[in-house]
Nanobody
């Protein structure tokens, strides 16, 4: 079993950078693809990035491609989301989740809030 905890959110200005962390407990963390999602007020949850177990494969939503970078350090049981050139539309609660097979996600964290002011 793995538990995920997000951190690093905050209030920033447009154009700033921020790094989110998704720290895991559990011995099997390094076997999971980890995904980042976000949900803005009144909107549906949106997939934004994923990274495979070894960190050799990453995938991004078009909305963040070129501005966000996902990475992982399995020795630290942590996945990072480096966010650059933030925009007000990036304001949302950010969540990480593990891929659990069959196109499904599980072990959701509690989320961390990111607010970008213009």
């Amino acid at each position: 079993q793995v538990q995920l905890v997000e951190s690093g959110g905050g209030l920033v200005q447009a154009g700033d950078s921020l790094r989110l962390s998704c720290e895991a407990s559990g011995r099997t963390f390094s076997t999971y693809t980890i995904n980042w999602f976000r949900q803005a007020p009144g909107k549906e949850r949106e997939f934004i990035a994923s990274i495979n177990w070894s960190g050799t494969y990453t995938y991004y939503a078009d909305s963040v491609k070129g501005r966000f970078t996902i990475s992982r350090d399995n020795a630290k049981n942590t996945v990072y989301l480096q966010m650059s050139n933030l925009k007000p539309e990036d304001t949302a609660d950010y969540y990480c989740a593990a891929g659990v097979g069959g196109g499904k996600y599980g072990h959701w964290g509690q989320g961390t809030q990111v607010t970008v002011s213009s």
